[in-house]
């Protein structure tokens, strides 16, 4: 089958084509987990399945583990990078924008930068934050404080200093907290300004990751509404630095996304 695999900021998928599955009855979940595993597969932190649409295209994420997700921000703008780069799109030029269409409904992407014919920078519009509520919770011995909410996936945000020995501790744990029956992405963000918010990531189905397109724009919200932040921040991941802009008809997130390789995957 054809693969290709882009990254934003670290943060790796592989991308399918839905027609190249097949049959029907293919395990899904077993083959995210052999694309996905780093040694003896390519490596990516999931697997995207989809569907090229004249304006877009639809799409289903696995994670490297081989669990569901909702959406994945930097996936999103990976499959928008691989679409631009087909389709020969710049920025500048008329045409509309892609819209991809995902579990957590549509994501308008704005191709805005172009650096090296393959690295594209997108505006993409990631939808209104739900259930956005502030936390105490107690796990493994450890009060975390912060935020949760719905950004198309489950997020919890704990706000104070990074500590990547926390995070190793905190991130499974909170997996089987009854607060996040469905599991749950972790981030723990420190504010060190009020336009900047640095943060560590524990991708639900994946772990440590070196960033999250949707755990950028939950920690952005989460520190404007409990941690004395902007409601437009520059998010430092260590893979790198997203603009997230929380407006009142939704969250707005800027980055960019690069193709990496096409090829065939024969395993």
Known sequence: MRVSKAHAYGNDFLYVPFEDLG??????SSLARRMCA???G?????LILFRETPTGAS???LNADGSPSEVSGNGVRGLGALLAHRRQLEPGRPGHPLTIHTEAGAKVLTLVGLEAGRRFTFEAEMGAPERLRPIRLVVGGDTVEGGALMVGNPQCVV???LDELRLSRIGPALQRHPEFPEGVNVEL???VAP???RILIWERGVGPTLSSGTGSCASAIVAAAYGGACRHVDVEAPGGTQRVEWRDGGVRLTGWAEVVFE???IA
Request: glycine share 14%.
């Open 23 to 28: 049959r029907a009855d293919i395990d899904l």
């Open 38 to 40: 780093r040694q003896t």
């Open 42 to 46: 390519i490596g990516a932190d999931g």
């Open 59 to 61: 799409m289903r994420l």
């Open 159 to 161: 706000l104070g200093p």
């Open 189 to 191: 963000a420190e504010v």
């Open 195 to 197: 336009d900047r918010v």
């Open 263 to 265: 090829g065939r995957w």
